[in-house]
């Protein structure tokens, strides 16, 4: 019987570096520009989640601009529906997803088809056929159903219009698409349709799921764990685990042990450990729904900062501000900015600045408040565009 490997010590400072060559985040146009680089770019993340707070530029944008520094909303678009190389579904909250990866999605679609899904269990078989009537003569947003009649909600986020729910529940089980965007206004277009299909792809089977959990993992993070690849998915933790334990077997992945982390467990492939240092000039003003900042014990672990997300908290008690985004410079984050966007009078206001780690009380810190400064006009402008 083999011995298990022996972990191999990692030290934080390498493990920030292997996560933001993952990221994508060490060098300063990865993916190019167009198009072209919004599908590359959200291929090779997995997923690019969507938000509807827009104090600042909703963060699919955003966290598109931090790693295309051309990036226009237009290439989104372009890319949502003309190339329809992305399009959105749930991961672990919505998202745009990689169009190749759709047979990995379709095990769930069926699931909601078969059983029903529990935000919309209030949708009658009326309000389907309505929408799939109309779904059927041509694309539809919400706006374009004036007829029905307004229900109460029965949770915060979920619409009065019946006909939204019935649209919705269409997306969930994969009858209809989000063929296109306009800010927060989805048009739907039916499934085969907006992809030119005859019929669905044939879906992903159980393990080939659990391997492509692992695998878009392990290409976006670097270094992994459990609670990374399964991020709020624990029932694919047993089979994920099963998998990582035949790939230490193979040689694929080697265990190694993040300074810090006590008992939780890591894995990385081997050639993901190569020495790489990460440009010191680079600076990143990150979304706080940034892949690299969603996972916020993750995030302290690795950087040793705890992101406050504190849009929901009383303003009196709020440390960082309503809308604080982290600043990465070089592989260190060294402040979080509330910011606002004021498009009517086109600024970007500046809410509070608040310095973290060592960069609170480092010498050269007037040199580093130039950089982020310099950054911050062009996120300014970024903002202010189309």
């Not at 309505?130 to 979920?158: C, N, S």
């Not at 960069?359 to 300014?380: N, T």
Request: charged letters at 25%; proline letters at 5%.
């Amino acid at each position: 019987m083999s011995r298990a490997p022996k972990s191999l010590p990692l030290p934080t400072t390498q493990a920030r570096q292997i996560w933001l060559r993952a990221q994508r985040l060490d060098t300063r146009a990865p993916f190019g520009e167009g198009a072209q680089a919004v599908a590359d770019a959200v291929s090779h993340l997995g997923y690019v989640q969507i938000d509807t707070i827009n104090v600042i530029e909703r963060c699919h944008h955003h966290i598109l601009f931090s790693r295309i520094p051309s990036y226009s909303r237009a290439d989104l678009r372009h890319a949502q529906s003309v190339d329809r190389s992305v399009f959105e579904y749930w991961t672990h909250a919505l998202s745009y997803v990689p169009s190749n990866d759709f047979r990995f999605f379709l095990p769930a679609m069926r699931e909601h088809k078969r059983e029903g899904h529990r935000w919309y269990a209030s949708v009658t078989p009326g309000d389907t056929r309505k929408v799939m009537r109309l779904l059927r003569a041509g694309p539809l947003t919400i706006r374009d159903i004036e007829d029905d009649v307004l229900t109460e909600k029965e949770h915060l986020w979920q619409s009065r219009k019946p006909s939204k729910r019935a649209l919705q529940l269409a997306f969930y089980t994969g009858v209809a698409t989000i063929s296109a965007r306009q800010g927060m206004l989805k048009t739907y277009d039916l499934m085969t349709r907006h992809f030119g299909w005859d019929k669905l792809p044939k879906p992903a089977s159980a393990k080939e799921i659990t391997a492509y959990l692992l695998d878009r993992a392990l290409r976006s993070q670097g270094v992994v764990s459990l609670d990374s690849v399964c991020h709020l998915d624990a029932p694919s933790k047993k089979a994920v685990a099963s998998l990582i334990a035949a790939r230490i077997r193979r040689g694929e992945l080697m265990p190694v042990a993040i300074e810090g982390a006590g008992k939780q467990e890591h894995w990385a492939q081997p050639s993901a450990l190569e020495p790489h240092e990460v440009s010191p000039d680079l600076v990143h003003i990150l979304s706080p729904f940034d892949p690299l900042i969603i996972q916020r014990k993750r995030t302290n672990l690795i950087f040793g900062y705890n992101h406050l997300f504190e849009a929901y908290v009383p303003k009196a008690k709020r440390k960082l501000g309503y809308f604080a985004l982290p600043v990465l410079v070089g592989d260190e984050i060294v402040a979080a900015l509330d910011l606002k966007t004021d498009r009517q009078a086109k600024k970007l206001l500046m809410q509070k600045w608040t310095w973290l780690g060592q960069a609170k009380k480092m010498a050269g810190r007037k040199e580093l408040k130039q950089k982020i400064e310099d950054e911050l006009d062009r996120f300014e402008r970024f903002q202010l565009a189309e």
